[in-house]
């Protein structure tokens, strides 16, 4: 079973427990619950919805400066939309709600409580997985930018909209984190080989508006698509303990903390 945490006050200097780190540390991942507040999740709802708007205006995928507003088609014949929006790729670097919302000194609290003291941006994005939204294969996030050459890094994944089983939540393996980074191929996505994903220990993290999942970049994962009629707003964020190395595709050469 994923270890429930009881919520955390807002405030400075948050500090997760020994027993939350150990976690993080054993497991690859921790939950921290109700740690958005229902102002901050209004927000990220806002976000997607003006996103959504000019998602419907202009029909296809495009680029506001480096924020990529992802488009895939919808399974629903009876909508009116024949688009929606998957996901808003560096969304951290066009909107400032996003920003404010998903680098909060709370979240940077944890994030140095897992990472250490030297927290740089990574990478973000906007998870919108609307209905009949695509399920995402099993990969470790490290696989797409090992140009970092740094695995000190965290993924917070934190549900705006409940996650389910149904509307497909993400599904980790606990210790996966510690077997180094695995061969990944361009399949339906860029993957593992699942063969025997069957025969792992899988758990599926359930979560409610507000709750978010901090695990580690060598942590594997995947989701199922979104069997239901509602959406399954996340929003995702990475940080880093190291610079961004010359060259390398994502990352900030700026600490937000140090
Ligand atoms: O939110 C999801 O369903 C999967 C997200 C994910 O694992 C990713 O984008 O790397």
Redesign the pocket.
Known sequence: MIQRFTPIEEKRNLTLSADQIDSFNKNGFVIIRGLYTEEEIELIINLRDESERKVQVNGESFKIDRAFYDVEKVRDIESEKSVTLR?IQEVYSSESDFRKVSSSNKILDIVQDLIGDTIYYHSS?L?C?NPG?R??PW?Q?YA?WPDMNNTNQV?V?AAIEPSTREN???QIIPGSHKRGLIDHYQGEDYMINEDNIENENIEYAVMEPGDILFFNVLAL???DPNCSDKP?L?T?IDFDSNPKPHAAEYGDEQPLRC
């Open positions: 996901k994005k998870m997985k939204g399920r995402k990969h996030d797409y993924t994944w497909g939540c993400i994962h995947a989701s399954r996340a995702i």
